[in-house]
């Protein structure tokens, strides 16, 4: 698991999109709230609509390299700041994903951990609700469990099982070095498109047969 996530925080989300676009993409409004961020890690799930009292709950059961997975959605109030933030910081976390908002956008950007979620609101919920840990949670348009592998950067999140991103982490990072050679050779004048198949590609489609775009490096 080490080597599949250190592979992983390697490669952009949008290179693993491309290996298998079938996979899971969370909702766009989900966004990084820290930029120029890269972040990997098992999900450790918990839900907080508009109260973060279940925060504490989570922090504590999360590993060092774990992704804190807040399934808040619905909610009109922040359930996650600056000191949760500096906490997963010390713990090691890898970062903190919010389908709900969060506040202190200043001390997030401060201490730089990866930080997502839809929005910001300065006001905080209410502290009652216990919380559980480490249940299934509906999570901006996908069902996250337990352990799946959260990836995320300024493009936004990804969140599959570990056998579904070990299964395309060799095709991504192929995807990503054609790609180098691709801004390489327009570096020194070469033309995009003379580096594709894209006009045999075109005129494939347009007789109707079945074509793909490949690379030409």
Known sequence: MTELLDRLRDLQVSSLCDADKTLPVVDPAIRALVPD???????VTVSCVDDHLPMFAALRAAAAGSVLVVAGAGGHRAVSGELFATEARRRG????????????????????????????????GTTLDPGTVDEPVSFG??????????????????????????????TAEGIEA???????????DHELHALTTVDKHVAALRRGEE?????LV
Do not use: H, K, Q, Y
């Not at 961020?37 to 999900?43: E, F, L, Q, S």
């Not at 054609?178 to 020194?188: G, I």
């Open 37 to 43: 961020v890269t972040m990997a890690g098992p999900a």
């Open 93 to 124: 976390l890898a970062g903190i994903v919010v389908d709900g908002l969060v506040r202190d956008l200043r001390g997030l950007r401060t201490i730089g951990l990866p930080v997502f979620a839809r929005g910001t609101c300065p006001a905080s």
């Open 141 to 170: 348009g996908i069902v996250v469990s337990p352990g799946d592998l959260v990836c995320g950067d300024d493009d936004g999140l990804l969140i599959a099982p570990p056998d579904r991103l070990a299964e395309i982490v060799d």
């Open 178 to 188: 054609a790609e180098r050679a691709l801004v390489s050779a327009m570096r020194n």
């Open 211 to 215: 074509s793909s775009l490949a690379f």
